[in-house]
Nanobody, 116 residues
């Protein structure tokens, strides 16, 4: 069955960095665009970044442009989100996602807390 397992979250000070990982299994990873979303307390889930199936195209939310980088390795069925210059407003649960036949698949999420 489809599995998306996120890891790498934690507590970091403002200005710090974290690298999130998402290990995928149960589907043909190299065929799908992969995305990272986040959801802060009391807010709707929002798209942070996505990477095309072959990795050649990426896109970012305006709020993270220039600070976050999404990447993938299709040989390892893994997608990453490198987060630099973190701000308190980046605090959220981060989710890995892909869509197949109009169905969204999600991981369990990993908590990122940016605080001094």
């Amino acid at each position: 069955q489809v599995q998306l397992v996120e890891s790498g979250g934690g507590l970091v000070q403002p200005g710090g960095s974290l690298r999130l990982s998402c290990a995928a299994s149960g589907f043909t990873f190299s065929s799908y665009t992969m995305s990272w979303y986040r959801q802060a307390p009391g807010k709707e889930r929002e798209l942070v970044a996505y990477v095309s199936s072959a990795g050649g195209r990426t896109n970012y939310a305006d709020s993270v442009k220039g600070r976050f980088t999404i990447s993938r390795d299709n040989a390892r069925n893994t997608v990453w989100l490198q987060m630099n210059s973190l701000k308190p407003e980046d605090t959220a649960v981060y989710y890995c996602n892909f869509r197949r036949s109009m169905v969204d698949y999600w991981g369990q999420g990993t908590q990122v807390t940016v605080s001094s």
